[in-house]
C-alpha cells in the first residue's frame, strides 16, 4: 500500500507525461506541415523563376526550341537548343521543361547529376502533378545522394509559347524534415530531465500540503492516549478543510472527555455509594455474632442490616437500569396508556405518603389522555416525582399533581410542592446521575435517597419521546413537568362524576 504522497506524486507525473507527450506530438505535426507548405511556396517559386527565365530569353529573341518533322500521328516533334541550355544552366535548383507532349526538353544540371532510375521517376511523377496544384514528393535511391526525397511542383506560363507546357521544379525534403526531427530530438532529450523535475516537485509539493496531515494524526494520537482528553487541537487555518477536520476533531474530543469524565465519576460515586452501606452492614453483622451481644439488641442489629441489604438491593436495581438504558437494551412494552388511572393510583400512594410526613397532597385536575408507552415505567416515574416532592417538602406543606392537555398532541404531568427547593446553580445539575443538593446529602441517611431517582425519571420521560422539565425557587418549592405526545383525544371517561375530577 503506498502512501496518497507517493500515489499523488506518480499521477501527477503520469499526467504531466502525457501531456508532454501530446503536446510535442501536435507539436510534431503542426512544424512538419508548416514546412513542407514552405517549402512547396519555394518550389513553386523556383518554377517561377525557370518560366521567367525563358521568356525573357525569348523576349530578347533567342530561340529556345525547334520543330523538328513530325510524325503525323503522335504530332510536331520539339527539340530544345542549344541556346536552351546555355540559359538554363545558368539557373540552379532542381528542374525539368517539358513540351506540350510532357516530353522532356530540359533537365537542370544539378538533376543530371543524380543517377538515370532517380531522373526518370522524377520525370514521371512531374508530368503528372497538376499544374498549379498539390506537392507531390518523390522518393530517390538512397545510394546516390543523402538527399532522399523531393517535393515537386509543376507551373506553366502561356508567355513562353506553344512549345513549353510546363516546368517542373523540386525541392530537396531535408531541410523541410529537419526543423521538425530537431524539435523531437529536443522533446526527447528533454523529456526525462522534465519528468524527473516535476517528479520532485510533485513529491516535494505532496509532501508540503500533507505536513499538516501528519502535524494532526500526531496531535490526535497524543490526545486519544486516554489521558490528554483535556487537550485540543491546533485550528489557526479554521476556514480551509483541515481546519474544519480539526473543529471536528475538537468536538468529538469534547464529547469523549464528558463521557469518559461521567463514566469515572459514576463508577467513583456507584462504588462509594455501595462502600457506606457495607460498612454498616459489616458493623451490624459484627454487633449481632458478638458473644457479648444481648439478644435484643442482636435483633436490632440484624433488622439495621436487613435495611441496609434494601437499600443496597434497590441502589443496584437503580445502576442496573440505567445501564441498561445507557446500551440501549431496555425494551420498553409500549402500548396505548390511559394516564389518568395510573395518576389517581399514584396520588393514592402519595396522599398516604403524605399523610405520614404530614402534609396534604391534592390532584385538582385529571384529564385523561392516551400515551404511546409502558404502563410500569410511567407509574415509576410519576410516583419517583411524587415521592422527591414529599420527601423534600417540610411538615404543613402542600404537594398538588395535575395532568392536563397542553395543547392537542402532547399532555402534561405536574408536580408542585411547596418545599426546599432548588438554588438556581443547582438546577442544571438536577438530573446528572448521584446528584444530590449538598443540603440533602448531608442528611442523606435521613432522605434516604442516591440521586439517581431523577435521572431515571428523565430516562424513561426520553424513552417516551417527551421532555422533562423544573421550575424551583429555593425555599419556595419546585414545578416537575412532563410532557408526553398523546396517542389520540380522549373524551373525558362517563362513568366518572364531574366533581370526581377535583380530587382532595
Ligand atoms: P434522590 O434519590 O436523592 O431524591 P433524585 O435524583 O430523585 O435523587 O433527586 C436528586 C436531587 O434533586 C435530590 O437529592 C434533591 O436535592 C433534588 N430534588 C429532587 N426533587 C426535589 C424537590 N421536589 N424539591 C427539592 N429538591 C429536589
Redesign the pocket.
Known amino acids: 500500500m503506498y502512501s496518497t504522497r507517493a500515489r499523488l506524486t506518480t499521477a501527477y507525473a503520469g499526467l504531466l507525461f502525457a501531456t508532454m507527450l501530446a503536446f510535442s506530438a501536435a507539436l510534431y505535426v503542426g512544424r512538419r506541415v508548416s514546412a513542407r507548405d514552405e517549402l512547396a511556396a519555394r518550389a513553386r517559386a523556383e518554377a517561377r523563376l525557370v518560366l521567367n527565365t525563358i521568356v525573357s530569353a525569348q523576349d530578347d529573341g533567342q530561340v529556345l526550341t525547334t520543330v523538328v518533322s513530325g510524325n503525323p500521328l503522335s504530332g510536331p516533334v520539339i527539340q530544345s537548343t542549344k541556346q536552351m541550355a546555355e540559359v538554363l544552366d545558368r539557373v540552379p535548383g532542381y528542374f525539368l521543361v517539358l513540351d506540350p507532349q510532357d516530353r522532356l526538353l530540359y533537365s537542370s544540371s544539378t538533376l543530371q547529376l543524380y543517377s538515370h532510375a532517380d531522373q526518370d521517376t522524377v520525370y514521371s511523377v512531374g508530368r503528372s502533378v497538376p499544374i498549379g496544384g498539390l506537392p507531390a514528393e518523390v522518393p530517390l535511391a538512397r545510394d546516390t545522394t543523402i538527399l532522399t526525397r523531393l517535393l515537386v511542383v509543376a507551373d506553366s506560363d502561356t508567355a513562353t509559347g506553344p512549345n513549353v507546357s510546363r516546368v517542373v521544379a523540386g525541392l530537396p525534403t531535408s531541410t523541410a524534415d529537419l526543423a521538425p526531427q530537431l524539435l523531437i530530438g529536443t522533446m526527447l532529450l528533454l523529456a526525462p530531465l522534465v519528468l524527473l523535475v516535476s517528479l520532485g516537485a510533485a513529491y516535494y509539493l505532496a509532501g508540503r500540503a500533507f505536513k499538516p496531515v501528519d502535524l494532526l494524526i500526531n496531535e490526535v494520537e497524543a490526545i486519544t492516549d486516554g489521558r490528554s482528553l483535556h487537550r485540543r487541537l491546533p485550528t489557526d487555518s479554521a476556514d480551509d478543510e483541515l481546519g474544519r477536520l480539526a473543529e471536528t476533531l475538537n468536538r468529538m474530543i469534547a464529547r469523549l472527555q464528558a463521557s469518559f469524565g461521567a463514566l469515572r465519576r459514576f463508577t467513583a460515586d456507584a462504588s462509594h455509594e455501595l462502600k457506606t452501606p457495607l460498612t454498616v452492614l459489616r458493623a451490624d453483622i459484627e454487633r449481632a455474632m458478638h458473644p457479648g451481644t444481648p439478644q435484643a439488641d442482636r435483633l436490632v442489629a440484624l433488622e439495621e442490616a436487613m435495611q441496609e441489604i434494601t437499600r443496597m438491593a434497590d441502589l443496584v436495581d437503580s445502576l442496573l437500569t440505567l445501564a441498561r438504558a445507557d446500551e440501549g437494551r431496555f425494551d420498553l412494552h409500549r402500548a396505548p396508556v390511559h394516564l389518568e388511572p395510573i395518576v389517581r393510583d399514584v396520588s393514592e400512594t402519595a396522599t398516604i405518603l403524605g399523610e405520614d410526613a404530614g402534609l396534604t397532597v391534592t390532584l385538582p385536575l385529571v384529564e385523561d389522555a392516551v400515551v404511546l408507552g409502558d404502563a410500569a415505567r410511567l407509574r415509576q416515574l410519576f410516583l ?1 416525582l411524587l415521592t ?2 414529599i ?2 417538602t417540610p411538615r404543613g406543606g402542600r404537594v398538588e399533581v395535575t395532568l392536563s392537555h397542553r395543547n392537542n398532541n402532547s399532555v402534561a404531568f405536574a408536580v408542585r ?1 411547596t ?4 438554588s438556581a446553580a443547582d438546577l442544571p445539575y ?1 438530573f446528572e446521575r448521584f ?3 449538598d443540603r ?1 446529602r448531608s442528611r442523606a441517611s435521613e ?1 434516604g ?7 431515571i425519571a428523565q430516562w424513561i420521560v426520553q424513552a417516551h419521546g417527551g421532555t422533562l422539565t423544573v421550575q ?1 425557587r429555593l425555599g419556595r418549592g ?1 414545578v ?1 413537568t412532563v410532557l408526553l405526545p398523546m396517542l389520540v383525544e380522549t373524551e373525558p371517561a362517563p362513568a366518572e362524576p364531574a366533581d370526581a375530577v377535583h380530587d382532595a
Open positions: 419517583n422527591n416532592a420527601k423534600y410542592d418545599g426546599l427547593g432548588i438536577v446528584w444530590r443538593a440533602v432522605r435517597g442516591f440521586g439517581l431517582g431523577l435521572a424551583s419546585s416537575f
